[in-house]
T-cell receptor, first 112, second 113 residues
Framework: DVKVTQSSRYLVKRTGEKVFLECVQDMDHENMFWYRQDPGLGLRLIYFSYDVKMKEKGDIPEGYSVSREKKERFSLILESASTNQTSMYLC???????????FGPGTRLTVL | GESVGLHLPTLSVQEGDNSIINCAYSNSASDYFIWYKQESGKGPQFIIDIRSNMDKRQGQRVTVLLNKTVKHLSLQIAATQPGDSAVYFCAENYKAAGNKLTFGGGTRVLVKP
């Protein structure tokens, strides 16, 4: 059974804090993705990774970085959180290119 | 619960009726399409997919139709149940762009008892 987990369901941080969002998948998937979801804007791709230690910018990478040291884990980092980064963050993984992406439950981040 | 989208198109359907959710996609070269269901406060859940060499695919209570001529995708849900209430997203994938999905804005389905 497909399983993508995210470290927190809800997170509250202050402006300027460094924030780590963790995502783990147990399907041995090659590809992992980070999206943010905002009302009226849908899902937007922040970063993705095709392999360990590889990363590619998505559509809105500014203000974010990622880390993929192990195949099963993909971390999203907000170096200095800002209020406009308040959002729902969704992690996904897929076996290969052109394969279905499976999503985690999401992390609702609020930056005060 | 959390709203995944304000001002989403909304489809109200009576329990037991069939639902049809439509999606217009943007890239005529897209070759893979997916429908997701997202319940309030949860991540999107895969429902069904279809590749561009097909025009119809059926799953359990769901059917996806693809019309490449007009770049239109639809999801049909048979005998809609209260548990089908959610926001439904279509997504398209263009092979040359790698595994990057482009998501539609979503349609909210409300099932009336």
């Amino acid at each position: 059974d497909v399983k993508v987990t995210q470290s927190s369901r809800y997170l509250v941080k202050r402006t300027g804090e460094k924030v780590f969002l963790e995502c783990v998948q147990d399907m041995d998937h090659e590809n992992m993705f980070w999206y943010r979801q905002d009302p009226g804007l849908g899902l937007r791709l922040i970063y993705f990774s095709y392999d360990v230690k590889m990363k590619e910018k998505g559509d809105i990478p500014e203000g974010y970085s990622v880390s993929r040291e192990k195949k099963e884990r993909f971390s999203l980092i907000l170096e200095s959180a800002s209020t406009n980064q308040t959002s729902m963050y969704l992690c996904a993984s897929s076996l290969g290119q052109m394969d279905t992406q499976y999503f985690g439950p999401g992390t609702r981040l609020t930056v005060l | 619960g959390e709203s995944v989208g304000l001002h989403l198109p909304t489809l109200s359907v009576q329990e037991g009726d069939n639902s049809i959710i439509n999606c217009a996609y943007s890239n005529s070269a897209s070759d893979y399409f997916i429908w997701y269901k997202q319940e309030s406060g949860k991540g999107p859940q895969f429902i069904i997919d279809i590749r561009s060499n097909m025009d119809k695919r059926q799953g359990q209570r769901v059917t996806v139709l693809l019309n490449k001529t007009v770049k239109h995708l639809s999801l049909q849900i048979a005998a809609t149940q209260p548990g089908d209430s959610a926001v439904y997203f279509c997504a398209e994938n263009y092979k040359a762009a790698g595994n990057k999905l482009t998501f539609g804005g979503g349609t909210r389905v409300l099932v009336k008892p």
